[in-house]
């Protein structure tokens, strides 16, 4: 149990197109979803956090107008990242998670390489 | 801020050699704690955690972690690995809902 699907895996754009990355809870409904980046040979870095129906809240430094989040269902949250640049070229990795409260354990998507020429 | 620190970023073993993977973290408060797997081309996945109670914690494939409060450490364990152990680890600190990561540990082990 507890598997999150992420689609796609790898996507290669041109400068200026927007992006669409899918998370999905398969087999639970997540209370919480979340959304990392991680550059090459460094650490997984929370960009944001998202509640089913309500906005997302992003971590400091994080541009909510480029990295746009929907949590539309307990099951499915999006992150489009809005006309692309090279520098957004990284993994991006998202989370469920299943508690509310201090105990949250969360599953994780398999990421999605975003290369932007 | 909160941080949490792992010592060695690359470690390459024989088979059958016993492991041992350092993590610190940084906070003064009641902390979640989490070790994570990530195979090649696999997603992370959870290899165990500790909230309370006993700080001597199993998880899966033989691997063990001990959290000691007074060293804000939370070490990982495993007494003789294994080639299929070859893999990225993350230790993680949780205060609430929010994880904060470890840069990661690559392990490789030769068979």
């Known amino acids: 149990g507890a598997v999150v699907s992420q689609h796609p895996s790898r996507v290669i754009c041109k400068s200026g197109t927007s992006v669409k990355i899918e998370c999905r809870s398969l087999?639970?409904?997540?209370?919480?979803m979340f959304w990392y980046r991680q550059f090459p040979k460094q650490s997984l870095m929370l960009m944001a956090t998202?509640?089913?129906?309500?906005?997302?809240?992003?971590e400091q430094g994080v541009e909510k107008d480029k990295f746009l989040i929907n949590h539309a269902s307990l099951t499915l949250s999006t992150l489009t990242v809005t006309s692309a640049h090279p520098e957004d070229s990284s993994f991006y990795i998202c989370?469920?998670?299943?508690?509310?409260?201090?105990?949250?354990?969360?599953?994780f998507g398999a990421g999605t390489r975003l290369s932007v020429l | 801020a909160q941080s949490v620190s792992q010592h060695n970023h690359h470690v390459i073993l024989s088979e059958a050699a016993s492991l041992e993977l350092g993590c610190n973290y940084s906070?003064?408060?009641?902390?979640?704690l989490f070790w994570y797997v990530q195979y090649p081309g696999q997603h992370l996945q959870l290899l165990l955690k500790?909230?309370?109670?006993?700080?001597l914690v199993k998880g899966i494939k033989g691997f063990e972690a001990e959290f000691i409060k007074s060293k804000f450490s939370f070490n990982l364990r495993k007494p003789s690995v294994q080639w299929s152990d070859t893999a990225e680890y993350f230790c993680?600190?949780?205060?609430?809902?929010?994880?904060?990561f470890g840069t990661g540990t690559r392990l490789k082990v030769l068979a």
């Open positions: 989370s469920a998670g299943i508690d509310r409260v201090a105990k949250n354990i969360q599953y």
């Open positions: 087999d639970f409904q997540a209370t919480t």
């Open positions: 998202s509640n089913e129906g309500s906005k997302a809240t992003y």
């Open positions: 906070y003064g408060g009641t902390v979640n």
């Open positions: 500790y909230f309370s109670g006993d700080p």
């Open positions: 993680a600190v949780s205060m609430g809902y929010k994880y904060i």
